[in-house]
């Protein structure tokens, strides 16, 4: 079955714009969960969709939002874009929520903002 | 919150076994994922520890004890694909949602 599609693949912005990113989960899976991933952070978790409604969110201001639509696909939006969004985006997708199999994520949105 | 160690680097020889160890403080523990990461690429899922003991799957064994808030991945008979980035995460409270340590590079050399 096909995977975790993330699109784009590479993005680069100017300091002040706004970007929206899309994520297709795998057929079926309900749960969609964004994190940024950075080399002096880590994996940091953005949100998680379910069924539409957001169900968790981290610690990330609120010019970072998402949502998700009736067929599970969700996207993300950041607006007024800094410097230090400069990341990989990733997209995780699992049918309730990371269980025992864990989440499978997606190759990744690479951000720049110049 | 939630603090997880993992080494930031390791070294190991082509057909030797690593360890790779991972610490972490938490209350309302729900489970234990790894993940390998190769460069350029997205994380992939290994292995998930829900109770204290070893799992076992192929080439790779998860280890976790609760009490001591502590886990470790055992990578056995290493080939030059293993190396990666290696990414502990550990899930707690009711919202399962799991915070990631910064991963731990392995570099598998000749």
């Known amino acids: 079955k096909a995977g975790v599609t993330q699109t784009p693949r590479y993005l680069i912005k100017t300091r002040g714009q706004q970007v929206t990113l899309s994520c297709s989960p795998i057929s079926g899976h309900r749960s969609v969960s964004w994190y940024q991933q950075t080399p002096g952070q880590g994996l940091q978790f953005l949100f998680e969709?379910?069924?539409?409604?957001?169900?968790n969110k981290g610690n990330f201001p609120g010019r970072f939002s998402g949502r998700q639509f009736s067929n599970s696909r969700s996207e993300m939006n950041v607006s007024t874009l800094e410097l230090g969004d400069s990341a990989l985006y990733l997209c995780?997708?699992?049918?309730?929520?990371?269980?025992?199999?864990?989440?499978?994520f997606g190759s990744g949105t690479r951000l720049t903002v110049v | 919150g939630q603090n997880i160690d993992q080494p930031t680097e390791m070294t190991a020889t082509e057909g030797a076994i690593v360890q790779i160890n991972c610490t972490y403080q938490t209350s309302g523990f729900n489970g234990l994922f790894w993940y390998q990461q190769h460069a350029g690429e997205a994380p992939t899922f290994l292995s998930y520890?829900?109770?204290?003991g070893l799992e076992e799957k192929g080439r790779f064994s998860s280890f976790l004890s609760r009490s001591k808030g502590y886990s470790y991945l055992l990578l056995k008979e290493l080939q030059m694909k293993d190396s990666a980035s290696y990414l502990c995460?550990?899930?707690?409270?009711?919202?399962?949602?799991?915070?990631f340590g910064r991963g731990t590079s392995l570099i598998v050399h000749p």
């Open positions: 969709y379910f069924s539409e409604t957001q169900r």
């Open positions: 520890n829900v109770l204290d």
């Open positions: 995780a997708s699992s049918a309730m929520g990371q269980g025992e199999n864990g989440y499978t």
């Open positions: 995460a550990v899930s707690s409270g009711g919202s399962y949602i799991p915070t």
